[in-house]
């Protein structure tokens, strides 16, 4: 699944829990978090420590792999553009 945007990853995250036929606590218990910190990632808090993160979604047997969007090679080149964060920053606010 493609994932670009905080509301896309909560998603998947609680929709993984289910198909593995998890509670928040059981999964908060698998990665370590709190039950409360499971609920605040499902909801979609944007406050979420990134390596909370990783560590539920290795509890939920998945991966994090970040490629490159095509709007960000350069023209003709197999090369990535350089990284704008202002643009990043933008796009999350966006969406």
């Given amino acids: 699944m493609d994932v670009g945007s905080l509301h896309q990853l909560t998603t998947l995250i609680k929709a993984r829990r289910a198909e593995l036929g998890l509670t928040q606590a059981q999964l ?13 990632i499902e909801a979609g808090r944007a406050r979420a420590e990134l390596a909370l993160v990783l560590r539920v979604l290795d509890a939920l047997e998945l991966r994090l792999m970040i490629t490159p969007r095509e709007s960000r090679r350069a023209p003709g080149t197999g090369f990535v553009k350089a990284i704008d964060l202002d643009e990043i920053i933008d796009d999350y606010r966006r969406s």
């Fill in 28 to 40: 908060a218990e698998r990665a370590g978090v709190s039950r409360w910190w499971v609920g605040g």
